[in-house]
């Protein structure tokens, strides 16, 4: 879209989109797309679901936004529906993921604050990690590709390796108020956090005074075939950021906190102009009536089962294209043995939509409602991408 009025800050595949069906997407000429990428996993029931389009619809004709200077009562509902269902006790709405990291940021740092100890203000961040495009979040997620250009790095954030519990404990001084990390990185590879790791963490965060702040942005809302990914490893966070998923495609986003973490986050501290608008309330209530239904999170994890059994199927016969599979629930990443933008390509080609990663990973976010029958076309197309390029490969060495 080179020449166009919009800032030239996305690589844009030369698709747009005219309506989408549940798992489908079809293009302004007509063509149809399986998406396994969900909008980066955003879509997480598809797309035109019925119960989302009845709720927003139904609130779209009754009230837009008023603002929190008064009450909202599908917001009341929403957070009380949260909170009865982790182990937060508050709930801070917002309009994205990047907005509900600054608010657990900004949580962590105040709670220190009003306990007399306004110097721990640092937090412990992890190598791979993403949380965000502001200028806090990009410091927290340290990559240099997204911090270049943008002037100092803001202060406060200390990043170790990925997966080193020695070397965060070792970054622990008097000054750190938090540690941040995914349960399961999302832009950084898909790979999760070992239970052991994670468990350790929250005895560190203990033992210092430390608060343990989840980013559950990616990895959340039944993605991995639990509400939350932490749940499978039985440790609980402090603070946790969530957006994506909760919206099904509609902008939100939360920050939950327990009642000793938010004890700082009193009236006139925080806020925000759109976050928790009457419409955002409406649709995140909808995604909970289906994704807390019975039996709704169990089917995801034997779909995601059929899914992760086909793919490694998929490695073993193109070993020249994918090295392994990764993640969990509907959560899965193919590590690729060639540049993974050339996978993607392919994929593309057959009409599959997936992300890439780092690590050189491919990311499949079907949406939770994926049928039986759109996982095995789906893995017919990446099958049939492998082929297409283990047949280059094969041509080009017969030259």
């Known amino acids: 879209?080179?020449?166009?009025?919009?800032?030239?800050?996305?690589?844009?595949?030369?698709?747009?989109?005219?309506?989408?069906?549940?798992?489908?997407?079809?293009?302004?000429?007509?063509?149809?797309?399986?998406?396994?990428?969900?909008?980066?996993?955003?879509?997480?029931?598809g797309h035109s679901h019925p119960h989302l389009v009845a709720a927003l619809t139904e609130q779209a004709a009754?009230?837009?936004?008023?603002?929190?200077?008064?009450e909202i009562p599908e917001q009341r509902r929403l957070g009380e529906r949260l909170t009865e269902a982790t182990f937060a006790d508050k709930v801070f709405f917002t309009n994205s993921?990047?907005?509900?990291?600054?608010?657990?940021?900004?949580?962590?740092?105040?709670?220190?604050?009003?306990?007399?100890?306004?110097?721990r203000f640092r937090i412990i961040t992890f190598e791979g990690a993403f949380h965000g495009r502001t200028l806090a979040t990009i410091a927290a997620g340290g990559q240099y590709k997204y911090l270049e250009g943008f002037g100092p790095k803001v202060e406060g954030f200390d990043q170790v390796a990925f997966d080193d519990i020695d070397a965060a404990e070792k970054a622990i001084t008097p000054e750190t108020a938090a540690i941040l990390i995914e349960p399961v990185q999302g832009e950084g590879g898909i790979r999760p956090v070992p239970t052991q790791s994670l468990k350790r963490l929250r005895q560190l965060c203990d033992k210092h005074g430390?608060?343990?702040?989840?980013?559950?942005?990616?990895?959340?809302i039944g993605r991995t075939g639990k509400l939350f990914a932490h749940e499978w490893t039985g440790v609980t966070p402090d603070l946790m950021a969530i957006a994506k998923g909760i919206g099904g495609g509609f902008p939100m986003g939360a920050c939950l906190a327990t009642d000793?973490?938010?004890?700082?986050?009193?009236?006139?501290?925080?806020?925000?102009?759109?976050?928790?608008?009457?419409?955002?309330?409406?649709?995140?209530?909808?995604?909970?009536?289906?994704?807390?239904?019975?039996?709704?999170?169990?089917?995801?994890?034997?779909?995601?089962?059929?899914?992760?059994?086909?793919?490694?199927?998929?490695?073993?016969e193109f070993p020249d294209v994918v090295e392994g599979i990764r993640g969990i629930g509907l959560m899965l990443g193919l590590k690729c043995a060639m540049p993974n933008t050339k996978v993607n390509m392919a994929l593309r080609d057959q009409h599959l939509l997936a992300v890439p990663a780092g690590d050189n990973v491919i990311r499949l976010l079907p949406p939770l409602t994926v049928t039986d029958e759109e996982?095995?076309?789906a893995l017919k197309r990446i099958r049939g991408g492998a082929k297409g390029l283990t047949d280059a490969i094969a041509a080009e060495a017969a030259k």
């Open 375 to 377: 996982i095995g076309e």
């Open 210 to 220: 430390l608060l343990l702040i989840f980013d559950e942005v990616q990895c959340g």
């Open 260 to 316: 000793e973490a938010a004890t700082g986050m009193t009236a006139g501290v925080h806020g925000t102009t759109f976050g928790g608008n009457p419409l955002a309330m409406a649709v995140g209530n909808a995604v909970l009536d289906v994704v807390l239904a019975d039996g709704f999170l169990e089917d995801v994890q034997r779909k995601a089962l059929l899914l992760k059994q086909g793919l490694a199927a998929v490695a073993d």
């Open 97 to 119: 993921g990047a907005e509900a990291l600054e608010c657990a940021i900004k949580t962590a740092r105040r709670y220190h604050f009003v306990k007399g100890q306004p110097e």
């Open 62 to 70: 009754k009230l837009w936004h008023v603002s929190n200077l008064y």
């Open 1 to 45: 879209m080179s020449g166009s009025a919009l800032y030239e800050t996305f690589a844009r595949a030369p698709l747009a989109f005219d309506r989408g069906e549940g798992t489908w997407l079809v293009t302004d000429k007509g063509e149809r797309y399986l998406d396994f990428a969900g909008g980066i996993a955003v879509n997480s029931l």
